[in-house]
């Protein structure tokens, strides 16, 4: 357990910062151009390495010790963002420095969930994640929270110097906190490729039909849900005519999934769990068709006051997430962990840089909360495909394994 203190503590500051850094730019992108698009496309941006070279990236976390791929990806993010916070940087210079910060995101993640595994074993590891998952959520939250505080009453230099910090912290906790641990044991696959390895790991997801289904939800649920990420100044400015409202109404998603993730993870049983991602995915995306509805019927603070809470309720019902983890987890071989993580937080990266970029281009001809509003009613018919592909796929309950529950 003295190990998993460094990768959880260091996965928080990450996290606050990747967050921050992300609405930073945002902002200052809005404020130079006034175009929702544009500011949507540079929070896609950051998911774009994810799209181009995830998997292939993630692969050396089965390549390379997990440790040294955590530390060095921590530490150039902290140089490259101390670069973006140099005042009067062009703003293409900015968006070429967010894509290599990027890169660091799909060997750092991979590396991270595997060496979990490795860590923490049966009903500890079980607990851990969970307790991660519900983390990573509350620091999505703060991040925006004072990202928002930063970039609105100081400046968004300012919030990029504490990113570099929280990033160039989280490296030397783990360069000083984890063992030093040898590259994972490949077996028969030492001779393969990189890229033999990538289709490896695409192979496993794509024709193992439960993995495909548990993808497959996290995909299309993320890019429903998470889409409204890229209009958040756009949405501000409509709801309350300034920026004043932008880190509330981007922290009241992870607000309702910190709150969903404690009740479902630490309250329900495991068999209870699963039992529960179609009602919970079915709210998370119907609150969202509900907030945007709601801004057209009211007006003024009780429309923000009504977007925010349904916001955060959509939050709450992203808690379908948990037991979707575990069901990930215990379907994939410990060998290729790395790899089939990379597949799957590939994807998701991609549909939420996807999602943030289909918004903002209709934000260029609808009103933000109208967007959100139809995010919300396209979604439930979206989602409703693995979720059926989810259920003809779930094991017996007497041959359930209990084991870890994701990443």
């Known amino acids: 357990m003295a190990e998993f203190r460094p990768l959880f503590g260091s996965y928080v500051l990450a996290t606050v910062g990747d967050f921050l850094a992300r609405l930073a730019l945002t902002v200052l992108v809005y404020q130079r151009t006034g175009s929702p698009l544009l500011s949507a496309l540079t ?42 916070a140099v005042p009067g940087m062009p703003l293409p210079a900015l968006l070429v ?35 991660t998952g519900v983390v990573q959520q509350l620091a999505q939250m703060v991040g925006f929270l004072l990202g928002g505080v930063l ?51 695409l192979r ?46 981007l922290a009241a998603h992870p607000t309702g999934a910190v709150v969903g993730g404690v009740v479902v993870g630490r309250f329900c049983p495991p068999t ?44 709450f019902g992203n808690a379908w997430a948990i037991p979707l983890n575990v069901a990930f987890v215990q379907a994939v071989p410990a060998a290729v962990r790395g790899r089939a993580f990379g597949v799957a937080i590939a994807g998701m990266s991609a549909v939420q840089g996807l999602g943030a970029l289909v918004a903002g281009a209709a934000a260029t001809a ?19 495909v693995p979720l059926v592909g989810l259920l003809r796929t779930r094991p017996p309950a007497a041959g359930a394994v209990a084991g870890p529950s994701g990443a």
Do not use: C
């Not at 595997?114 to 079980?126: E, G």
């Not at 030397?172 to 028969?188: C, E, K, S």
């Not at 996290?218 to 920026?243: C, F, K, M, R, Y």
């Not at 429309?303 to 955060?312: D, G, I, Q």
């Open 43 to 84: 929070f896609a941006i950051s998911y774009l390495p994810w799209v181009v070279g995830g998997p292939l990236l993630a692969a050396l976390a089965d390549r390379l010790p997990r440790k040294q791929v955590m530390v060095v990806s921590d530490l150039a993010r902290a140089a490259l963002v101390a670069l973006m």
């Open 97 to 131: 420095l967010l894509l290599l910060v990027s890169l660091g995101s799909p060997p750092y993640e991979a590396a991270r969930s595997a060496l979990t595994a490795d860590v923490l074993t049966d009903d500890r590891y079980a607990v851990a994640t969970s307790l």
């Open 151 to 201: 970039v609105t009453a100081v400046s968004p230099s300012v919030g990029l110097l504490v990113t570099a910090t929280t990033f160039a912290a989280a490296g030397l906790w783990l360069a000083l906190g984890l063992q030093a641990r040898p590259a994972p044991d490949r077996g028969d696959e030492a001779a393969s490729t990189l890229w033999g390895d990538v289709l490896a790991g």
């Open 204 to 249: 496993l997801v794509l024709t193992t039909p439960r993995l495909l289904a548990i993808v497959g939800l996290l995909w299309v649920g993320v890019l429903v849900t998470n889409a409204h990420e890229g209009i958040g100044p756009a949405l501000s400015d409509q709801l309350v005519g300034s920026q004043a409202l932008v880190g509330v109404l």
């Open 272 to 315: 209870l769990r699963e039992r529960l991602i179609t009602p919970l995915v079915l709210v998370s995306v119907a609150a969202l068709a509900a907030a945007g509805l709601a801004a057209r019927v009211l007006d003024g603070d009780a429309a923000a006051a009504a977007v925010v809470v349904l916001m955060a309720v959509s939050g």
């Open 366 to 384: 609808l009103v933000p909360t109208d967007v959100v509003a139809l995010l919300g009613l396209v979604g439930i018919p979206l989602v409703a």
